[in-house]
């Protein structure tokens, strides 16, 4: 049935596409007016196809009126698809069989691109990997070509929050097509009160998660701790050789997924299968969360430029390569937002090193931002006295939570080390890392880092953050002896203006943003109150030891 949407857009709800195996899969069409084929545009989604991510995108109608066929399907086990839902597990063959049957499509004149953000960027890259004929190019936003590091784990730590909440989203329509009335009730009991999920422990037995009637595929991402054969059949990691078309990645400074996106831009610039991908990957980082993009990140107003029509982008980047129109050609490899100065930038690519180097100083005392803790460029000749303070996982350091950081900073349980204030603009672009020499009691331990930009009245606006886990970054760790933690924050852009300074917090914990170490040989999955337990850590600062911050300065020079 055809439904009229004005401006001769017509909507055909309910086409259905059968697949290979028998499943059928189902998509709603819109065409433009006038006489076809057009160029087809198709998005993949697991929310629902009448939805279409309009949280961020414009609907569909816009994109038909601007000449194409849209296309959006349920992926297999979702709205009215048919077939079991795994996460990512069939979106690579279903996806390209899809294409196959859009290429008789008699809309469609040959030419396809694919577009969405966050599950349905991973669609895009799945697809993509298999090659699929008529596939032209595709802009996955805030997606991953490594879900291990990009989506669920950092540097050896569950993104705790995220994953369970965004599991328990997905486990709710489960439980719905398969009539379990009880396992919805407790899914839709968590859901009404999402913020204290995280808290339960050992969350790996969370009721809502653990009924043997639902799929398992929360569970599976909670015990694959480690990067190996389990995510790379989920992914396109392995397989970044297979893809061969143009990608326009779209990434959010504070997005969940900013890592995993700025990483899928260089893996596919350095890995893609030809040297027409390589050279055809965009990357466009704005200051944005998940959802919505716009000029606002917590209570801060960004200004005029951060609310970007990326509509618009999409649309030249489209008409670009499905219609020959060339308007994509003189656009920059790097687009980005920098914070602080709230305007837009280019680059010619993304830098690889963090070349200016800030080391930590104090005299002993660098707990909380009422400490003695310093940043600067002179390297440490005498023996400063280490830093020392507690982790205890049942009262752990908080993730950023909102935007300005200075109430957290008044804890003991974390170190601040500050600059002077800068006497001119410094410009950072790339990723931060540091390296710490420190110690701890601990059988198994995480250091944290976090960034941040302290205003002249104070406010301590966040910037990034990393985290490292004892099991995942050191072969031979000792408790009690110095070892070297070195590892990178996410990335960021940022400008600091005379008159602001630079901090950097050390902690061993961010919760819920990260899943609590116990301290113990027990599992963090399986660590309760009964399980946890409190330990010391000692970070040095000295000739021999000296804990530096490397920086990805572009601008600028730190005193």
Not at 479 to 505: H, I, K, N, Q, Y
Request: glycine content about 10%.
């Amino acid at each position: 049935m055809m439904l009229d949407c004005g401006n001769g857009i017509r909507l055909e709800r309910g086409r259905r596409c059968t697949l290979s195996d028998g499943v059928v899969l189902v998509s709603d069409h819109y065409y433009p007016a006038g006489p076809g084929p057009w160029p087809t545009l198709l998005m993949r989604q697991p929310y629902g196809r009448d939805i279409a991510s309009t949280v961020v995108y414009a609907h569909p109608v816009w994109f038909a009126r601007h000449g194409y066929h849209v296309v959006i399907q349920d992926v297999r086990g979702r709205g009215d698809s048919e077939g079991d839902f795994y996460p990512f597990r069939h979106e690579g063959q279903d996806g390209a069989e899809t294409i196959a049957w859009l290429e008789t499509h008699p809309a469609t004149n040959g030419r396809l691109g694919m577009y969405g953000f966050s599950y349905q960027g991973c669609t895009q890259l799945l697809a993509a990997a298999e090659n699929p004929p008529g596939l032209c190019c595709i802009a996955p936003h805030m997606a991953a070509t490594d879900l291990y590091h990009g989506w669920f784990y950092h540097q050896g730590a569950l993104r705790l929050a995220s994953t369970l909440g965004w599991g328990l989203q997905m486990l709710r329509e489960d439980a719905r097509r398969r009539g379990l009335y009880a396992a919805s009730e407790r899914l839709e009991t968590a859901w009404r009160n999402l913020p204290a999920q995280a808290g339960l422990a050992p969350y790996a037995e969370h009721p809502a998660i653990t009924d043997p009637a639902l799929p398992t595929y929360v569970r599976d991402w909670i015990a694959h701790r480690s990067p190996g054969a389990y995510w790379s059949a989920l992914d396109v990691s392995t397989r970044l050789d297979q893809i061969l078309v143009p990608a326009l990645h779209i990434s959010g400074w504070y997005d969940l997924y900013l890592e995993g996106t700025i990483a899928a831009y260089n893996a596919l610039r350095r890995g893609a299968g030809s040297a027409f991908a390589q050279e055809h990957q965009y990357l466009l980082a704005g200051p944005w969360v998940h959802i919505p993009w716009g000029d606002r990140a917590g209570d801060r107003q960004l200004g005029p430029a951060a609310n970007l029509n990326t509509d618009e982008v999409l649309l030249r980047w489209f008409n670009h390569w499905l219609k020959d129109s060339g308007e994509f050609a003189g656009e920059p490899r790097v687009r980005h937002f920098a914070m602080g100065e709230n305007d837009w930038h280019t680059a010619s690519d993304w830098p690889s090193e963090a070349p200016a180097t800030l080391y930590l100083h104090s005299q002993g005392q660098a707990n909380s931002r009422r400490g003695d803790g310093t940043l600067s460029a002179e390297k440490p000749v005498d023996e400063e006295p280490r830093d020392v303070f507690v982790y205890d996982p049942e009262v752990p350091v908080a993730s950023p939570s909102g935007w300005d950081q200075s109430a957290m900073e008044l804890g003991n349980n974390l170190l601040v080390y500050t600059t002077a204030a800068v006497t001119a603009p410094i410009r950072l672009l790339g990723q931060p890392r540091v390296m710490l020499h420190a110690a701890t009691t601990a059988a198994h331990a995480d250091f944290t880092a976090k960034l941040v930009r302290v205003m002249k009245d104070g406010r301590a606006d966040f910037l990034c953050m990393g985290i490292a886990r004892s099991s995942w970054l050191l072969a031979e760790y000792a408790a009690g002896e110095l070892m070297t933690w070195d590892f990178t924050l996410e990335p960021l852009s940022v400008v600091l203006a005379p008159g602001e300074r630079l901090r950097l917090e050390i902690a061993s914990g961010a919760f819920p943003l990260y899943d609590r170490n116990p301290s113990t040989g027990v599992a963090p999955q399986d660590a309760g109150p009964w399980t946890w337990g409190r330990s010391t850590q000692q970070v040095a600062h000295t000739a021999e030891h000296p804990s530096a911050l490397h920086l990805p300065v572009q601008e600028g020079v730190f005193a």
